[in-house]
């Protein structure tokens, strides 16, 4: 099974805070840097307090313009300067305590601070932030790229597919700061094809699995061992901006080696970034997953603040991690910079993660907690932090890019922030992003696994012989399309023959057969249910009978979705609190009752619960009002057995129902919604999976319930808003299972038992807020249940 995108903390020493960025704001206006400039420039009360005991340090000067930084390298004094950058006002110099007060005196200085070395920031994302359906939806970020100025990217890794498009290294040695270069080269600085490669040059000896973590979240490609990630039709720019540390004063207590990003590297690469945006590369996201500090209050005097401008008004959102020190008011610098996004962590649960930054400067929040992603050696690994947080973003950023291709970097950004989901943390709240509904909206749109409503029989009266399977082809089959059936809803009837009894399953062809039945068959009258089956890569299903007689079955489609996205805009679902339309209402034989459905907007079709008791016995039919009486039946019910059935319906003339008896006598029926079916709104998308139990043998009590998490299987970890269940009953009295909804007094019946037999019944349960669904037992006696998910609705 692929592994998708996930999240947990690493407490390696080389891994432990990362930023993120994304630009918002335009570059200063002159007379507002001149302004700046006038007051006199900012110089780090940290900075002095060092240098008043004497020795040099790397220093950062940022200047009005270029213009100052002729002047600004003369009162540094000769040999002094260590980087002089080539677009950006910005400077770095071997200083003491009398070149810092001769450059602070310089009237074009703005801000004179430390070159300090910053360490990375670390602590079921992909479907959590809607990226499947944009994929799904052939958004991809292809025709755009992403830069990742981290610890390198293993280039030739499967994640990437070729998909590096740029690489560059900028890696200071200073023998002061016991730092050395991990360009490949052994160089300070290193460009073109392999100068950021992390599984080449002194890398290939360290931890550099920082970068390739952070860029397969970005881009990765779906492959046998991962799902992908954010844009995986995106181009990675990848910039090592990292040095090797070997001083205890730098790398702490964990000791050396350690690997720590000088500011002056980053802006070299956000420089690099620069340049390559000049060239024609597409970059619609810079991602620097590092910084250090305490930040209540934006920090604009930052020396990175004139290159997060430059880029942005270049086309280029800078996405910064937030921190990982779990302050509750401040964020880590770069993050601290107006201009920049800054963005926090969540877990699966949407709960701010533990170890995260936030506070009024926090931008956005985005997935962080236990992330599988890429590393070097071709390998997987679990990551946690804002680190992980950020890059669901720059992707996130590409993918937008691609969708609105004249939208401004300030208009795609607010899109992020305005449609997402708000999450509170203590002292306000922030967007945690919802990808889909920013680049796709709310309007409904062709694309795959949506429900197209048919009514088409694909069986009728063919005999399984006894513990034999039927492989039953459903692609071009009675009308069905010819290529890409996914699944179907499939209303399956059986009656044993030779006073037979047992149970049929049913999976997707190819696949192992489950665990559970979906149907359990007598002699006496056809045992129907209607299920969300998965279908087999060969358009195929197959039907197990589990018995050592024969059994006569009927199979009727009453809809399926495909894997592609076809021309028509199919229905997705919306789970609903369930209301009761019809409570046992008496309906007369040969008679038929008409079902409003009231608060549903412009319904395809509804997801209903239906119960059926009578003195006689008979068939039902639900069909939409005004269209011909269907052949089939939905079921047949014996007399006095209540029988529990699901059904998708589309309503018909003026939005009604017909359900009708075709019996000897009245039946007395009762009707719950659980959902509908839409193709006027984007909602959640109907996946069949290979049937999961997630509740074996369970005895629930009389009145009791049974609290279950569906999980396991194919079933995934996040973005699932309900799922199909089967539920098998055996109980020594009549009763009825049902799923109690949060907050709704309404049940959804789901399976109507009988004393000493087994019976299955399925239906559409939505999750609660805590992800469970919970089963109660309304009969007098207990009951032993089994729940099997054959379906999950994802968005």
């Not at 999240?7 to 891994?15: D, E, K, P, S, Y």
């Not at 690489?167 to 490949?184: K, R």
């Not at 770069?334 to 930054?357: K, L």
């Not at 079916?677 to 069949?688: I, N, Q, W």
């Amino acid at each position: 099974m692929k592994q998708p995108l996930v999240r947990r903390l690493i407490t390696a020493a080389a891994l432990m805070t990362a930023l993120m960025t994304a630009l918002v704001a335009a570059p200063p206006e002159p007379s507002q840097a001149a302004s700046a400039a006038a007051s006199g420039p900012r110089v780090d009360p940290g900075l002095a307090a060092k240098l008043s005991a004497g020795g040099e340090v790397r220093v950062n000067v940022v200047t009005r313009d270029r213009a100052g930084l002729s002047a600004a390298a003369a009162a540094a004094g000769p040999g002094r300067v260590i980087q002089s950058l080539s677009r950006l006002p910005v400077l770095t110099v071997r200083a003491g305590r009398a070149e810092v007060d001769r450059l602070a005196a310089q009237p074009g200085v703005v801000s004179v601070s430390e070159d300090v070395p910053v360490p990375p920031t670390l602590a079921e994302s992909v479907p959590l932030i809607g990226a499947d359906r944009t994929r799904e939806a052939g958004l991809t970020g292809e025709g755009g790229a992403v830069a990742v100025l981290d610890s390198g990217v293993a280039v030739h890794h499967p994640f990437f597919g070729g998909r590096v498009v740029a690489e560059a290294c900028f890696s200071p040695s200073d023998a002061a700061y016991g730092a050395s270069s991990l360009c490949p080269d052994g160089a300070d600085q290193q460009e073109g094809p392999g100068a950021a490669d992390a599984d080449s040059g002194p890398c290939a000896y360290l931890d550099c699995a920082h970068g390739t973590h952070v860029a397969g979240i970005v881009a990765g490609q779906e492959t046998g061992d991962a799902a992908g990630g954010v844009a995986p039709g995106a181009g990675l720019v990848a910039v090592q901006v990292y040095s090797r540390f070997d001083s205890f004063s730098y790398c702490g207590s964990a000791g050396p080696p350690c690997l720590l990003s000088f500011v002056s590297a980053q802006l070299a690469g956000m420089e690099k970034v620069l340049e390559l945006i000049d060239e024609g590369v597409p970059v619609a996201a810079v991602n620097l997953s590092l910084g250090s500090g305490r930040y209540t209050s934006p920090c604009d005097d930052d020396p990175r603040k004139p290159a997060i401008d430059r880029l942005l008004a270049a086309g280029a959102l800078t996405v910064v991690a937030a921190g990982n020190n779990g302050y509750t008011d401040a964020v880590s610098a770069p993050a601290c910079v107006s201009s920049a996004v800054a963005v926090g962590s969540t877990t699966d649960q949407d709960e701010v993660s533990s170890f995260s930054n936030r506070g009024p400067l926090l931008d956005l929040f985005a997935p962080g907690t236990d992330i599988v992603s890429s590393v070097p050696g071709g390998r997987w690994q679990s990551m946690s932090g804002t680190s992980m947080a950020a890059p669901h973003v720059a992707g996130a950023l590409a993918v937008l890019r691609q969708a609105r291709p004249d939208a401004t970097p300030a208009e795609i950004e607010a899109a992020l922030k305005d449609t997402g989901k708000p999450i509170a943390y203590g002292g306000g709240t922030a967007p945690r992003i919802q990808l889909d509904e920013a680049a796709l909206g709310s309007a409904a749109r062709p694309g795959p696994h949506q429900l197209f409503q048919t009514r088409t029989r694909v069986l009728g009266n063919v005999q399984i012989s006894a513990n034999s399977t039927l492989t039953v082809p459903l692609a071009g089959v009675a009308g069905l399309p010819a290529d890409g059936i996914a699944a179907v809803a499939v209303n399956i009837a059986a009656k044993g023959d030779f006073f037979n009894t047992g149970s049929l399953a049913v999976y997707p062809s190819g696949e192992p057969e489950p665990k559970g039945d979906v149907l359990f068959y007598d002699a006496s009258r056809y045992a129907s249910t209607m299920v969300v089956a998965k279908v087999g890569e060969d358009g195929a299903l197959k039907l197990e009978n589990r018995s050592g007689q024969a059994v006569r079955v009927y199979l009727d489609v009453h809809g399926y979705t495909l894997d592609h996205a076809a021309s028509d805009v199919g229905g997705t679902y919306h789970p609903v609190a369930p209301s009761r339309i019809a409570d046992r209402v008496p309906v007369a034989a040969l008679g038929n009752l008409e079902l409003t459905t009231p608060g549903l907007p412009s319904p395809q079709s509804v997801a209903l619960t239906v119960l059926v008791k009578s003195a006689s016995t008979g068939t039902i039919r639900v069909y939409p009002a005004g269209d011909a009486f269907p052949a089939d039946a939905n079921v047949d019910y014996p007399a006095n057995t209540p029988v529990q059935f699901f059904t998708i319906v589309r309503p018909g003339a003026d939005g009604k129902i017909n359900l009708h008896n075709l019996g000897g006598g009245a039946a007395e029926v009762s009707v719950e919604v659980s959902g509908y079916y839409t193709a006027a709104e984007r909602a959640s998308l109907v996946k069949a999976i290979a049937p999961v139990r997630v509740g074996d043998g369970v005895t629930v009590a009389a009145g009791g319930t049974y609290v279950l998490r569906p999980s396991g299987g194919d079933v995934p970890s996040a973005g699932v808003t309900a799922v199909g269940v089967a539920v098998t009953a055996t109980g020594t009295a009549n009763g009825t299972v049902e799923v109690v909804p949060a907050g709704s007094a309404t049940g959804v019946r789901t399976v109507a038992y009988t004393a000493g037999r087994n019976t299955v019944g399925f239906a559409t349960a939505a999750l609660r807020p805590d992800g469970t669904v919970v089963l109660r037992n309304t009969g007098a006696s207990p009951v032993k249940i089994s729940v099997d998910v054959y379906a999950c609705f994802t968005g």
